[in-house]
């Protein structure tokens, strides 16, 4: 068992934890990492290793929503399981865009798009396109407190333990109108799913591409991050299953001790940082924007563009 691969597993296994739920593409950043950390795999290993070291960061996902993906849990009465059953149906078809599309076109997108090239393109243009639409959203909340629409702040009273905030405070940045999941409709769900297609060209981030749907359809911040969580369960679980059985059944490979260490340590890995990105992430969106993730995903795609059109070839790299 070679310790330097299993390092460098872990490596890639918070890379994944931490980009996964970020949106800023978990796939973009594992296809740029290897082009400076490799781990010494055959390509087919490597192709199903970027995408079932998702599982980890799934469960992640799985342990934290439990209570609110369980419809058997014993503190639900029966409106509560019937409203857990009607959010796994949207989840369900929020997932069937995705599927009816990535499926069919995942040989293809394997071999012409996963490139530096592209993610590059795609951080730059969600980059932008995170920062227009929190532009955009930023005015409309203005023009809502303006007209009295948006309340900003708690009212003040003797029940409550701080004053209200005035109307010029930025206090509680999340909003929209669709403000819990059972506001969420069948429509938007779908909606939403439509956007999750984006996703499957890297560097786009499937999160990214979600909450951007979200956003636009009128989901608070909270709400487009929460169905975006619960979207990736059945997405990457059956990702998973279908590299792994490509890799089993169609390229002939195996695991053996080695493979299977290398794999157990990414997915240990990113399942723990998943916990601890998903749980700051909550909390972000309640007073932040996303304007900062899309500064990110335009400075590092002209990075990346620069290193491989300009940088490398000068070196002779």
Request: contains cysteine.
């Amino acid at each position: 068992m070679d310790i330097i691969e299993l390092v460098k597993s872990a490596f890639l296994g918070v890379v994944e934890g931490i980009t996964e739920w970020l949106p800023i593409s978990s796939t973009g950043h594992l296809i740029l990492v290897d082009e400076f950390v490799k781990l010494n795999v055959t390509e087919e290993f490597w192709n199903m290793f970027q995408v079932v070291i998702q599982l980890g960061a799934i469960l992640a996902v799985c342990v934290l929503f439990f209570h609110d993906l369980n419809p058997f849990s014993p503190s639900k009465g029966k409106q509560g399981r019937k409203d857990t059953w009607r959010l796994w149906g949207k989840i369900v078809l929020g997932c069937i865009p995705a599927a009816a599309i990535g499926i069919p076109l995942d040989d293809f997108m394997e071999a012409h798009l996963y490139n530096s090239t592209v993610v590059a393109a795609a951080l730059i243009v969600y980059g932008i396109a995170f920062i227009v639409i929190e532009n955009w959203r930023a005015a409309k909340r203005r023009r809502m407190i303006e007209s009295g629409e948006l309340v900003v702040g708690r009212p003040a009273g003797a029940h409550f333990s701080t004053p209200a905030a005035p109307a010029e405070d930025e206090g509680d940045t999340d909003f929209g109108s669709i403000t819990t999941l059972e506001d969420l409709s069948w429509k938007t769900a779908l909606g939403i799913g439509c956007f999750q297609v984006l996703s499957l060209i890297p560097g786009t981030s499937r999160s990214g591409s979600t909450i951007i749907g979200g956003l636009l359809l009128g989901c608070t911040r909270t709400v487009a991050s929460k169905f975006t969580f619960f979207l990736a369960v059945p997405v990457m679980f059956g990702a998973s299953a279908l590299k792994l059985v490509k890799y089993l059944v169609v390229d002939g490979g195996t695991f053996g001790t080695n493979g299977l260490a290398i794999m157990g340590v990414g997915c240990l890995t990113a399942f723990v940082v998943s916990l601890i990105a998903i749980r700051w992430l909550m909390g972000f969106v309640r007073r932040h924007d996303f304007k900062g993730f899309g500064v990110y995903r335009i400075v590092l795609g002209v990075l990346v563009l620069a290193y491989f059109f300009a940088i490398a070839p000068a070196l002779g790299l």
